[in-house]
């Protein structure tokens, strides 16, 4: 009798075994399974943690996520090889659902921050790879659990990770929440031996770059010696008809339109052009950049009453970080509302002048008027912010952040501001990274643009900008208000270890799931 019960036992498990294994089968060539339990020479962690300290954790080849339907998210790969040849790149999972992008970390001015796309192939530096592995989730991804193994090959050797990506029931929407705009110097790229098409094309790749990561891109050329600013978010001219369709995408929050270099009847022509493509709405006029004498605030009136002559719902956007420095308003920030209300309707505060302090925030939102909108940007080593000395974690929280002090725009003046790109030089005069978050391929052996690791973070500050937002949408703006609180109080009082960070994204993909 008890030879038969346990006989029963056994076929029991087995059968329930089998049936588990019919409810949920492997994807072909997608199992992992003979990756070696117990990793020895690979470095696998989340993507904000400092590289460079891989050696102070455990060995690791596996990791584990939640992620939402339109989000990218990453993980950092250290391998200590046998070797300095190179390793060649394999990814088995499922494409049609999620995309992959192999990166390779390389440093630039002793620091490691830039990501040099890889095709299929990566080359350690001594015997060390750094490799950034991103994971785009497309919009039509299956809700359920997809397992990505990528494989780094160099003869009969293998360095091999798993990544298990839980896709749930949301999707981050096509546009983003808040109008995050960032300049891109039009001239600053490596231009030799292109026609004025390639020129146009090189300048539209980083366009569309900046698009991937929620940013409304536009190029900016300051004009005469002077901070007036020529702004326009398409690589195209504004009669180019490429612009219209290019402005179009939905992608775009909002977008820049010129004016400087326009006559009176080009700049009625583009602002019809705009209006009859639905665009007007979007639109905005950054015309001036940090005005702070009192005839630079009556310029602005002026080009803005030229603009509003042809379009009086027309947005006109002025950064400021103080008020005007003569005059009867003198070193009155809050002037700015008064004297350029009626002319500039989104009016964004450097948060240098901000500093640490909330209530200079909630002073800027009382003076806004109907129609008008509070924006912020970072520059000169605030933080949180984007400067090689800001942290990961202050990467992340410049759009904590704006969600707490609801802003509806964050600016950022250039992503790629050197010196020189070529050579490849920073400028001097400003913090290092200031105005730098991304590179050029050619520096770095590669034939696309590099972006920074620090511009990565800030995306996922983005997604998660969003997030919050879905989940106020679901449970009000008190509650998400507490939530974030677990890990950002304040611009002087926000958490500095990555598990509590990541654990407020776990809460709201859980909160926002279906």
């Not at 991304?438 to 770095?444: D, H, K, L, N, V």
Request: hydrophobic share 35%.
């Amino acid at each position: 009798m008890k030879s038969s019960h346990l006989l029963y036992i056994i076929l029991l498990i087995t059968l329930l075994s089998t049936a588990c294994k019919d409810k949920e089968p492997e994807t072909p060539g997608n199992s992992g399974d003979d990756i070696p339990a117990i990793a020895t020479n690979t470095w696998l962690f989340n993507s904000l943690d400092d590289m460079e300290n891989y050696t102070t954790t455990t060995p690791e080849n596996r990791y584990d996520m939640d992620v939402v339907r339109n989000e990218y998210e990453s993980v950092q790969l250290v391998i200590q090889t046998d070797s300095k040849k190179s390793l060649t790149i394999e990814r088995s999972g499922d494409a049609d659902a999620i995309e992959f992008q192999c990166r390779k970390v390389a440093a630039f001015n002793g620091k490691y921050d830039v990501l040099v796309p890889c095709d299929n192939e990566i080359e350690p530096e001594g015997k060390i790879v750094r490799a950034w592995l991103t994971f785009k989730i497309k919009p039509n991804a299956e809700t359920k659990r997809y397992k990505e193994v990528i494989r780094f090959k160099e003869g009969s050797q293998e360095y091999a990770v798993a990544i298990s990506l839980n896709v749930v029931d949301a999707s981050l929407p096509e546009t983003p929440s808040i109008a995050s705009v960032f300049g891109i110097n039009p001239q600053n790229f490596i231009f030799s031996g292109l026609s004025e098409e390639g020129k146009t094309e090189k300048r539209k790749e980083a366009s569309d770059l900046l698009l991937e990561y929620r940013i409304s891109p536009y190029f900016s050329t300051w004009l005469s010696g002077t901070m007036k600013t020529e702004c326009f978010s398409s690589p195209y001219d504004w009669n180019d008809d490429r612009t219209w369709s290019y402005l179009a995408d939905k992608r775009f929050n909002r977008i820049a339109l010129p004016s400087h270099g326009l006559s009176d009847e080009e700049l009625q022509a583009m602002l019809n052009k705009a209006r009859e493509n639905g665009l007007l709405e979007k639109a905005y006029f950054y015309l001036w950049d940090e005005p702070t004498k009192t005839a630079e605030y009556e310029e602005i009136r002026s080009m803005a009453d030229r603009i509003h002559q042809y379009a009086p719902e027309a947005k006109v956007l002025t950064t400021f970080y103080c008020g005007p420095t003569d005059g009867e308003y003198k070193d009155d920030l809050l002037a700015t509302f008064d004297l350029l209300n009626g002319a500039t309707s989104l009016f964004c505060t450097s948060v240098w002048a901000l500093q640490g302090s909330e209530t200079w925030a909630d002073r800027c939102k009382d003076k806004l008027r109907p129609g008008q909108e509070w924006w912020s940007y970072v520059c000169m080593s605030i933080t949180p912010g984007l400067a090689s000395n800001s942290t990961a974690i202050e990467n992340r929280a410049t759009m904590w952040r704006c969600y707490k002090e609801q802003t509806s725009g964050f600016l950022y003046w250039v992503v790629n501001g050197f010196a020189s790109v070529y050579p490849l030089r920073p400028r001097s005069d400003l913090p290092e990274g200031d105005g730098v978050l991304i590179y050029p391929g050619e520096s770095f052996d590669s034939d696309k643009l590099c972006t920074s690791i620090r511009l990565e973070r800030w995306r996922d500050g983005a997604e998660e900008y969003d997030m919050l937002m879905m989940y106020e949408k679901k449970v009000g703006r008190e509650a998400t208000l507490s939530l974030l609180n677990n890990v950002y109080k304040g611009p002087t009082n926000y958490t500095n270890q990555s598990k509590y960070a990541l654990a407020l994204r776990k809460n709201l993909i859980e909160g926002i799931s279906e």
